[in-house]
């Protein structure tokens, strides 16, 4: 099973990042199984107003999130554990409380690779390796 971050959900709908773009796009179409974890379409929704002055308006932003569902299996809802779970993470992996409660998700929801931009990736914690789909060139 295979989770993908916001920010590269973000950055397949940022023009303003054609090589971005490109790679998330890519990533998108080809990693399957897919989860959908609440929490990236709910930082999907909020981080969109970013996209505002390229013309991406509220209505793109709700599509995306629908778009993102049908790509997925499932979607991940979080419950009132995964606080403990995270706490315990970002005690051991030094990680911010979103970071935290992202990784507890995908660990609880069976995932095996997140792709992310984020968290020091390449990384593994706690048996979910993280993937960073934009890696620096050398």
């Known amino acids: ?71 997925s299996e499932r979607v991940v809802m979080p419950d009132v554990e995964l606080w403990t779970e995270a706490k315990a993470l970002q005690e051991r992996h030094s990680l911010s409380f979103w970071d935290a409660l992202l990784v507890a998700s995908c660990i609880r929801a069976g995932v095996k690779k997140l792709y992310t931009e984020d968290m020091g990736s390449p990384r593994t914690i706690d048996g979910l390796i993280l993937v960073n789909p934009f890696p620096p060139k050398p």
């Open 1 to 71: 099973m295979n989770a993908i971050d916001t920010n590269v959900w973000i950055y397949s709908h940022d023009t303003r990042e054609p090589v971005k773009q490109q790679e998330a796009d890519r990533l998108i179409d080809e990693v399957r199984p897919l989860v959908l974890l609440w929490q990236v379409g709910c930082e999907f929704l909020a981080a969109c107003r970013k996209l505002q002055p390229i013309g991406f308006t509220r209505d793109d932003a709700w599509n995306g999130v629908a778009d993102m569902q049908t790509m």
